[in-house]
């Protein structure tokens, strides 16, 4: 298994100092090289310099490029932003958005990777090449599509709401003609659509690694369970779910990164950085940033709450892990 | 009875997952007639080619085509996946091949950049572009890529090279191969495979790649496909024929490339998670 804790190298390499500094080898660092300074000034650098450019008031490419002042304005963006009631908006759509996307993700990815696992061969692999297809496709076409089929013209949704007896649609809705209906006008109902997309793309991955997790568990332990009577929902929660902790760890934590920091989708959905009502924190730093004017000290604040949030996020799921383990 | 449920389950799910694909493709070969009549064919009941032909014949603005935003994406993703590759099986090599000081480190420091929410650095990279005095070229994309593809590239290489048998490059050594010989004649022969895949993956971030490409391109000749498409296709009176067509051109090699590689996606992104 690839863990990190393979290494039991360091006992060899507790030999006499002068032993070890004639066997010292230069070319693995030689090697590592252009990939630590890719990695260093490509996403660690970057890393660092958001944290510094959200200190500072700039306001126009020409103080990036250098040939203008940079005011300082220590924690002036930060305070901005928080004092705005517009955050509050913000981070609440990013957090309720987060939430209900990592757990309608979970549990269809797993409902769909136990279905997997219990399939008859053919129909497994069937179900696995169409359940890759929303994997494989990109974000920005997968949007377009949904865009497509949400069309409040021609789309298909808007045909089958259409198509409902009247009587019914209206006492339902309220309304018996879809035809022109803005699906993506109001707030929650954008939230609904982009949250369809997202679950629609990131679904799979979830059901594909928990197929994998339950191929390398011993089936006889879900047999057993089985034999003596235990409902699905017992051996889900009893055999299953304790087995594969740490590979559902893995994915809230992954879920939860990816979900935060939509953008792709919300960007080709809204038609852009205009619909603020539904902005979350990754589009909100992006547009203060790049839509005139331009206020690019302010973007990094918001893309340094971000970061900070999600290293919030990792870090509590680190220490579940730790304890957990100290426990058991 | 049980198994005809969960075939029907199978079957919902089948449908969910791929209906989205399957209609962009049947939207991209239907007259526009079928497109916006008020029921919706099915399947294409007069299929033709005229979108594709339109997208790939006609110019989006006077002297830019549907291939020329094509070709900018290869060039992009081509060279962010060489320079990935190439640099990614150098450090690989480096982690699977020998022991020293920093390697766990490094291993860490790979993991920990992957968390990394790329969204926040377009700021800072902006900046970085604006200096180095690549803003509106194609390099200043193929730079930012490599940075995102590498962490991912180098872990999914190391298992290639790990599996790699020792002896093998032993026994070249004893036949009195040097370190570059060894590496060249028999390391790099049996990684290759590995780095295909790897490069697929590579190749898929760059030519998905939306956000850094939208802020650091403003010329519209040098965009990229992703940003060709949400500027001409994003307007509201969306013709959606050739905007099926142009997605479909667009998704296709991607399902192709992934489809190849998708089982190492998972055991890469989920390594050491089982305790097996």
Redesign the interface.
């Known amino acids: 298994?690839?863990?990190?804790t393979e290494?039991p190298?360091n006992a060899?390499?507790r030999e006499t100092p002068a032993r070890r500094r004639r066997r010292?080898?230069r070319?693995?660092?030689l090697?590592?090289l252009?990939?630590?300074v890719?990695?260093g000034?490509?996403?660690?650098?970057?890393?660092g310099?958001?944290v510094t450019?959200s200190f500072y008031r700039l306001n126009s490419?020409r103080q990036?490029?250098?040939d203008r002042e940079w005011p300082w304005v220590g924690l002036g963006n930060y305070a901005d932003i928080l004092s705005d009631p517009f955050f509050l908006t913000v981070l609440r759509n990013t957090v309720l958005f987060a939430a209900a996307n990592v757990l309608l993700t979970m549990v269809l990815g797993t409902l769909?990777g136990l279905?997997?696992n219990?399939?008859?061969r053919k129909?497994?692999t069937?179900?696995a090449s169409?359940?890759?297809?929303?994997?494989?496709?990109?974000?920005?076409?997968?949007t377009?599509?949904?865009k497509?089929?949400f069309?409040d013209?021609?789309g298909?949704v808007t045909?089958l709401f259409n198509a409902l007896p009247d009587g019914l649609s209206n006492a339902l809705f309220g309304r018996s003609d879809w035809t022109g209906y803005g699906w993506f006008n109001s707030p929650l109902l954008f939230f609904a659509i982009l949250t369809l997309v997202v679950v629609?793309h990131s679904f799979?991955?979830i059901a594909?690694?928990v197929l994998?997790?339950l191929k390398?568990v011993p089936s006889e332990l879900h047999e057993a369970a089985r034999v003596d009577g235990a409902s699905p929902w017992r051996v889900f929660w009893k055999i299953t779910f304790p087995l594969?902790r740490?590979?559902f760890?893995?994915?809230i934590v992954?879920s939860t990164?990816w979900d935060?920091?939509v953008?792709?989708q919300q960007?080709?959905l809204a038609?852009?950085t205009q619909d603020r009502p539904t902005f979350m924190l990754?589009i909100y730093?992006?547009a203060e940033?790049?839509s005139p004017p331009p206020k690019?000290g302010l973007?990094?604040a918001i893309?340094?709450i971000?970061?900070l949030i999600?290293l919030v996020v990792?870090g509590f799921y680190v220490r579940m892990v730790l304890r957990q383990e100290d426990e058991s | 009875m049980k198994?005809v449920a969960?075939?029907v389950?199978?079957?919902l799910?089948?449908?969910?997952?791929?209906f989205?694909?399957y209609?962009?493709i049947s939207?991209s070969l239907k007259p526009s007639s079928e497109?916006?009549?008020?029921?919706?064919q099915p399947v294409p009941a007069h299929p033709t080619l005229a979108h594709y032909r339109e997208i790939l014949t006609g110019n989006l603005i006077p002297g830019v085509s549907f291939l020329d935003f094509f070709l900018n994406s290869a060039i992009v993703a081509i060279s962010t996946v060489v320079l990935s590759g190439l640099?990614?099986l150098?450090?690989a090599?480096?982690?699977a091949?020998?022991?020293?000081?920093?390697?766990?480190s490094?291993?860490?420091?790979l993991?920990v950049?992957q968390?990394?929410?790329?969204?926040?650095?377009?700021?800072?990279?902006?900046?970085?572009i604006?200096?180095l005095g690549l803003y509106n070229t194609l390099p200043s994309l193929i730079?930012?890529y490599?940075?995102?593809s590498?962490?991912f590239a180098?872990w999914m290489l190391r298992?290639f090279v790990a599996a790699v048998p020792k002896e093998l490059e032993e026994a070249a050594a004893i036949d009195g191969a040097s370190?570059a010989q060894t590496f060249r004649r028999v390391l790099f022969p049996l990684v290759a495979p590995g780095l295909v895949a790897t490069s697929i993956f590579s190749f898929?971030t760059a030519?998905?790649e939306?956000?850094f490409a939208l802020?650091f391109i403003n010329d519209q000749g040098r965009y990229t496909l992703?940003v060709a498409?949400?500027f001409f296709?994003?307007r509201?009176d969306?013709n959606?024929g050739p905007?099926?067509a142009a997605?479909t051109l667009?998704?296709l090699p991607?399902?192709i490339f992934?489809?190849l590689v998708?089982r190492r996606m998972?055991?890469g992104?989920?390594?050491?998670?089982?305790?097996?």
């Open positions: 298994m690839t863990t990190l290494v190298e060899a390499a010292v080898d070319l693995p660092y090697l590592l252009p990939a630590l890719i990695i000034v490509l996403l660690l650098w970057p890393l310099q958001v450019m490419v990036l490029r250098g769909v279905l997997l219990r399939l008859g129909m497994a069937f179900v169409c359940v890759m297809l929303a994997w494989a496709t990109p974000a920005l076409t997968g377009i599509v949904w497509w089929i069309d013209t021609s298909l045909w629609w799979p991955f594909v690694s994998a997790g390398s594969l740490p590979v760890g893995i994915l992954l990164i935060f920091k953008f792709t960007f080709v038609g852009g990754s730093s992006y940033a790049f690019y973007g990094a893309a340094v971000l970061t999600l990792t | 198994k969960l075939n389950a199978g079957l799910v089948a449908l969910f997952a791929a989205p694909v209609w962009m939207t497109i916006f009549s008020s029921t919706p640099v990614a150098l450090a090599t480096a982690v091949r020998f022991r020293f000081r920093l390697r766990t490094f291993l860490i420091m993991l950049v968390m990394i929410p790329l969204e926040a650095l377009v700021i800072p990279l902006f900046l970085m604006q200096r730079l930012t490599l940075g995102f590498l962490p180098v298992g370190r898929i030519w998905n939306l956000i802020t992703p498409m949400t296709f994003g509201d969306t959606w905007v099926m997605s667009f998704t991607v399902i992934f489809l998708q998972v055991s992104l989920v390594a050491g998670a089982v305790k097996g």
